[in-house]
Nanobody
């Protein structure tokens, strides 16, 4: 079992920044890939970013490349998503997720085994 808890969401103006955090417990944090997804009302959950077990390789959706940065601190069992230059279309509930099985990046939600409860990010224009 892995428990994931996101924090750091909120309301921000377009062009602003937010930093999301994901606190993990229950399993050795470095034993899984970590991903961030988001889901806007009426839309499917979509991939945002992922980071490998050691934290030295990352993957991003094209829509956030150059604006978002994923990171992790295995010593502190935490992950983060730094979001800069936010746009109204970034508005969604953001989820962190853990993939315990794969040793490569996946952008498919069903490949992830555990999920946090989500944190709302709202970007006003």
């Amino acid at each position: 079992q892995v428990q994931l808890v996101e924090s750091g969401g909120g309301l921000v103006q377009a062009g602003g920044s937010l930093r999301l955090s994901c606190a993990a417990s229950g399993r050795t944090f470095s034993n899984f890939y970590m991903g961030w997804f988001r889901q806007a009302p009426g839309k499917e959950r979509e991939f945002v970013a992922a980071i490998n077990r050691g934290g030295d390789s990352t993957d991003y959706a094209d829509s956030v490349k150059g604006r978002f940065t994923i990171s992790r601190d295995n010593a502190k069992n935490t992950g983060a998503l730094q979001m800069n230059s936010l746009k109204p279309e970034d508005t969604a509930v953001y989820y962190c997720a853990a993939d315990l099985r794969r040793w490569y990046f996946s952008s498919r939600p069903y490949d992830y085994d555990y999920w946090g409860q989500g944190t709302q990010v709202t970007v006003s224009s």
